[in-house]
């Protein structure tokens, strides 16, 4: 009786281990699910750089190149000849960067406070 309980615990045990670790192996596989997001067509953004790339190879015409009267003007509307004003609102300008801080800045806080500790002047 007893061999034959042991035999069956070891079945027992071997089946649960196999269920874990294809349980295990399927979760890993497995897509995430992004339940709670919006949907989004993946087209929508192509457009807009279909037509920036349209522009850019207008730009680069011999026809197009030498006049630039009409580069001035485009260039005018926005950003540049091509971009316009394309994604001016995503930017970072001074004008939407007050309260960043610029690499210089933070090296010197970060050296203000090494030497203070160094010094003791915590």
């Given at each position: 009786?007893?061999?034959?309980?042991?035999?069956?615990?070891?079945?027992?045990?071997?089946?649960?281990?196999?269920?874990?670790?294809?349980?295990?192996?399927?979760?890993?596989?497995?897509?995430?699910?992004?339940?709670?997001?919006?949907p989004?067509?993946?087209?929508?953004?192509?457009?807009?750089?279909?037509?920036?790339?349209?522009?850019?190879?207008?730009?680069?015409?011999?026809?197009?190149?030498?006049?630039?009267?009409?580069?001035?003007?485009?260039?005018n509307?926005?950003?540049?000849?091509?971009?316009e004003?394309?994604?001016?609102?995503?930017?970072?300008?001074?004008?939407?960067?007050?309260?960043?801080?610029?690499?210089?800045?933070?090296?010197q806080?970060?050296?203000?406070?090494?030497?203070?500790?160094?010094?003791?002047?915590?």
């Amino acid at each position: 009786m007893n061999r034959y309980f042991l035999s069956i615990s070891r079945f027992v045990r071997g089946l649960v281990i196999t269920a874990v670790c294809v349980f295990m192996l399927f979760s890993n596989v497995a897509p995430a699910l992004a339940i709670g997001s919006a949907p989004t067509q993946p087209s929508e953004g192509e457009t807009r750089l279909n037509e920036i790339y349209k522009e850019s190879q207008d730009a680069l015409r011999p026809e197009n190149a030498l006049n630039s009267d009409k580069i001035i003007e485009r260039a005018n509307k926005g950003l540049n000849e091509v971009q316009e004003d394309a994604d001016i609102d995503q930017m970072n300008r001074p004008e939407n960067s007050r309260g960043a801080v610029s690499a210089a800045e933070q090296v010197q806080r970060a050296l203000g406070k090494a030497v203070d500790k160094v010094t003791g002047k915590d």
